[in-house]
């Protein structure tokens, strides 16, 4: 790893997804999203990351998730990208926000036809009695639809982490590893730093 001072840490993220897009076999975006409820208790999950820019890194999710609701109580979240094929590692940590319904619809309306009917019919996070309660669901939002628009659902949307630290991982032999953190600065920009591994 290279990295310089002075370095945009956004710009270098996607530098290491374009590469990783490459090399890893399925789902390069896939990043592990760590969200605590209103009593500081953890959780963690996968989910694919759907955007990154200088705002933030976004995903989408059923608003009634588990996830949902521990990230709106307690509204600040972790992500962590591993991608073993290039050895590497990146994790994020910031405030999350919601993104606005004109991004959620311009993203749900560029899924797969039957991704959007899924979204319709998975009670996300809820019991599920058996497999066949499912796809009686998928089968009744697929004739609710038939050939026509499959609209966003209203509990359907996105999420943004606001990236207040952005920290960058390489393996090295003998466990001397490399660690680069980038921290928001006050003003705009960042501080960068180099870590111990």
């Not at 059923?62 to 990146?90: H, I, M, T």
């Not at 390489?170 to 680069?180: A, K, S, Y």
Request: aromatic share 12%.
């Amino acid at each position: 790893m290279s990295i310089t001072e002075g370095e945009d840490p956004i710009a270098l993220f996607e530098r290491w997804l374009a590469e990783v897009s490459e090399t890893e076999p399925s789902n390069p975006t896939a990043c592990a999203l760590a969200s605590a409820d209103s009593q500081g208790r953890p959780s963690v999950r996968m989910v694919l990351l759907k955007g990154v820019n200088e705002r933030g890194f976004t995903f989408y999710t059923n608003l009634e998730s588990r996830k949902a609701g521990e990230l709106d109580s307690n509204p600040w979240a972790s992500l962590c990208f591993y991608w073993k094929s290039l050895a590497r590692q990146v994790r994020v940590e910031g405030a999350v926000e919601r993104v606005s319904d004109s991004e959620a619809d311009a993203y749900f309306a560029s899924r797969p036809r039957l991704s959007r009917i899924g979204a319709w019919a998975s009670k996300q996070s809820q019991p599920l009695e058996g497999r066949f309660e499912l796809e009686k669901r998928v089968a009744e939002y697929t004739a609710k639809f038939h050939v026509g628009h499959v609209p966003r659902p209203d509990f359907w949307s996105g999420y943004r982490i606001l990236p207040q630290c952005i920290e960058f991982w390489e393996e090295r032999q003998f466990r001397l590893h490399e660690r680069v953190l980038f921290s928001a600065a006050d003003g705009g920009g960042w501080t960068m730093q180099r870590l111990y591994p």
